[in-house]
């Protein structure tokens, strides 16, 4: 028998149907079984199982006539689709019941050589769960063939949330933009990924990333015109463009605010329908976290000039001269320099340089001659002198941008031994932030000139501060901070101050 | 390279999911839902195929993402890896 059928294979297989056969084992010495694929077969395949029948074993023309009357039984149950009980021609008994699947007869099971007729009721019970194991197989195929549509679909959908996981972690266009590149690339199987964003004062479309796994031979991108070339025109029609192998998708929210280009190598498969179904919902991913970053760093310039407005204000009111805005600047670009080489958290370190700006606000209000005076102070003045991180962190604590700030401005007069003030905090109670500070400004204190004491070197000033370490300073901060000095980096400060 | 045979089943039930769906950026517990995993196997699993540079690797502070790599050699090798097992 040429045909073959895995579905009957399968079927015979199933558990129900093995519990079957071993129930009417039981009840018969030396059971044939049968599968006999196809709706209608036109032959037998007899094997080695059947030679335990006489009258098949004993001549070809024998297995001739058996076979006619099995064919003719299997012709009543396709007509009838119901299981047809038979008597061979050496008067045993035998069964033939219908395989239906989807209202196709795929085939028929039989059993033959029974030397006891089979009962009605057992052929019934036989026929019922055939039915039953092809309609269990037909449904198991039905969720087979749904869970092979549905699971690239889930697979799809489950990538879209983890690109939008990925891409909405930062709010650091420089970090995000290449990340949004490489993603692309990556998905869409292309060798060169550029996002253009437009510059609203300039009207023009700056590239801000350029992804290109092939290194050179992928794009080139440079400024252009709004409505000038194919990356000016898809951000002016808000059309996409689609190539063989080249896609540019619009950056729209509500506005164009961008363009995103990718390209495929010659010799890879042409982009299609679904590869730009595919860069444009990558698009409106990117588009939400490209705004919220462009409203980040909006709303990061306002805080950042708002400060420097309050620190000059406060410079204004300051009767102590303790510094200009410049050497405020200097102090809050060299503790960022140190928080940097120490490895802090990038969301500290903004915190630090607002206190930095305004880590002296508590001294307004303090008479300028106990500032100024040259002589030491008293028990009365030192106790007014050491209230001003208290009354500076009082007088901030009210805006919120600045809360993580104003433990930094609070604990930045502490000393590692625990002799400083307000707390007398020692080692590691002190935040970082305080402990880096304290560096910071023992370090601008000594190389920026004050109307009455003149600026020293900054080798002199390094000096001072290593000499301090584990006393008035932390050790591992003094370390970062001669690190800086070690590599001019302090120099390159000063001279941008 | 190390050897193919250092390849665990893991490993290349992995890349069997990742060629059969080059598109996908899937994390650490992604791979052990479609897998049945643990994902406390899956993810030295994964890192072992970034070594071989045969995933790339997208971290951010709370999230890694991985992905089929893009350089066709890889691919191939891949390709060649499963065929033979």
Known sequence: MAQTNTWLESLSQHSGIQRLRNVLSESVAQPIWWTIPGESPKSLEYSNACKVCPFVRSSTANRRICQEKFLHAVEQVRRTKAAHHFICPIQRSAVCLPVVSGGQTQGYLAMCNSQRVIPKETVALADLAVQTAGQEMEKAKELKNLSEAIQPRCVALSTIHTIHRLISSTLDLTELLPRVARLCCQVLRVQSCAIWLLDEQKKLLVPRAVVDLQKGQGLSARSCRIGKGLVGTVALTYKSFLKERMMVVPLVEEECIGVIMVRRASGGQPFGALDQEILTTLAEQAVVAIRNAQMYEAQERITWGTIKSLSAILDGMDNSSSGTVSHRQLLADVALAIAQKMGMPASQQKPLQYAALLHDAGRVGIPEEIIRKPSKLNRLEFALVKEHPVKGARFLEPLEILEPAVPIILYHHERYDGTGYPKGLKKEAIPLGARILAVANAFEAMVCERPYRKAIPVAQAAREIASHAGTQFDPKVVNAFMALVKTKQLDQLMKGA | ?85
């Open chain 2, 1 to 85: 390279m190390p050897t193919d045979s250092s390849l665990s089943a893991l490993q290349r039930q992995i890349l069997q999911f990742f060629l059969e769906h080059s598109n996908a950026v899937e994390t650490v517990r992604g791979m052990a839902t479609w897998l049945g995993a643990e994902p406390q196997a899956i993810e030295p699993a994964l890192n072992g195929l970034v070594d071989r540079q045969w995933l790339s690797s997208h971290a951010t502070d709370a999230l890694t993402g991985y992905t089929l790599t893009s350089d066709e050699r890889f691919v191939n090798q891949i390709k060649q890896t499963l065929e033979l097992s």
